[in-house]
């Protein structure tokens, strides 16, 4: 099976700008969680989607919001951007339990002047 | 609330020495541990889980991770480390619900 995907692989953004990433879960995963990774803070939870709806949400400002397709694939959108937010974002897809696994694409990393 | 500790910013060994990364854990319920692993610019990569059975969980790599239910650990083991070991190392915990936390990293650096 294919892994998960995540597209831009890299953005630069200025402050005040929005941005938008996606993330394309592996075939049959219903569940998709996103985590921003910073040196100062580590990984830390945003949100995440089952079968279109938001299930799980981190401590995260309302300028962070998701949602998740029919076909499972999902886009994460960060309005107003802050220098603060420059990050690696990861994608994570999973089969429906919490005994499964996490699979994290290869992240997209959004840098913001 | 759930959390993971690992207590040790970085971890230096030389090569075909055993690798040790500590991970405590706090959580409500039957904890699900998780031990992964990332390389530079590169995402999370999955090593080992342990959900249930024996406490002694072997995973990729040559990784296997030790749950100690008393002292609430899940300590990852190589036996042999390698330079390629070298990189940052993630434990995570899940209860009954569908949270991941995960610990602050442990960086590996295993010399030649």
């Known amino acids: 099976k294919a892994g998960v995907t995540q597209t831009p692989r890299y953005l630069i953004k200025t402050r005040g700008q929005q941005v938008t990433l996606s993330c394309s879960p592996i075939?049959?995963?219903?569940?998709v969680s996103w985590y921003q990774q910073t040196p100062g803070q580590g990984l830390q939870f945003l949100f995440e989607?089952?079968?279109?709806?938001?299930?799980n949400k981190g401590n995260f400002p309302g300028r962070f919001s998701g949602r998740q397709f029919s076909n499972s694939r999902s886009e994460m959108n960060v309005s107003t951007l802050e220098l603060g937010d420059s990050a690696l974002y990861l994608c994570?897809?999973?089969?429906?339990?919490?005994?499964?696994?996490?699979?994290f694409g290869p992240g997209t990393r959004l840098l913001v002047l | 609330a759930q959390s993971v500790a690992q207590p040790e910013d970085q971890v230096n060994v030389a090569e075909g020495n055993p690798l040790t990364v500590k991970c405590t854990y706090s959580?409500?319920?039957?904890?699900?541990l998780f031990w992964y692993v990332q390389y530079p610019n590169r995402g999370l990569q999955f090593l080992l889980k342990?959900?249930?059975?024996?406490?002694l969980v072997k995973g990729s790599y040559g990784f296997e991770a030790e749950f100690n239910k008393s002292q609430t650990s899940f300590h990852l083991k190589k036996p042999s480390a390698l330079v390629s070991d070298s990189a940052l190392y993630f434990c995570?915990?899940?209860?009954?619900?569908?949270?991941?936390?995960f610990g602050a990293g442990t960086t590996v650096t295993v010399r030649a």
């Open positions: 994570a897809s999973e089969a429906d339990s919490y005994q499964e696994t996490q699979y």
């Open positions: 995570a915990v899940r209860a009954n619900d569908y949270k991941l936390s």
């Open positions: 075939s049959g995963h219903r569940s």
């Open positions: 342990y959900i249930t059975g024996d406490n």
């Open positions: 989607y089952f079968s279109e709806t938001q299930r």
């Open positions: 959580v409500s319920g039957n904890p699900y």
